[in-house]
């Protein structure tokens, strides 16, 4: 397929991924690396019931949480959390 018909393909919102060769695509900035981090029991409750009233792991509430205060510090805006904090008290 001609790059002007695949552009025009993708422009017109049809499906594209058959096109692609997917087999070395990789996500720039996303190489993963295992870190052990030891949290209080409260903290360990109150993720995973935020993990499941969200429907996710509790792994996911925590790379979401980590990645939107790591990015409001890095260009220091304000946080803004995607959904409410569960806290303890």
Do not use: C, Y
């Not at 509430?61 to 959904?83: C, D, G, H, M, Y």
């Amino acid at each position: 397929m001609k790059a002007k018909n695949f552009d025009q393909q993708f422009d017109d919102g049809v499906d594209i991924t058959a096109s692609l060769d997917l087999s070395k695509a990789r996500r720039v900035q996303q190489a993963q690396k295992r870190v052990n981090v030891d949290f209080p029991t409260w903290m360990v409750d109150s993720l995973d019931r935020e993990a499941s009233k969200l429907g996710v792991t509790r792994q996911s509430v925590i790379k979401v949480w980590l990645a939107e205060r790591l990015q409001a510090t890095n260009s220091q805006v304000p946080l803004q959390r995607t959904s409410k904090v569960a806290t303890h008290r």
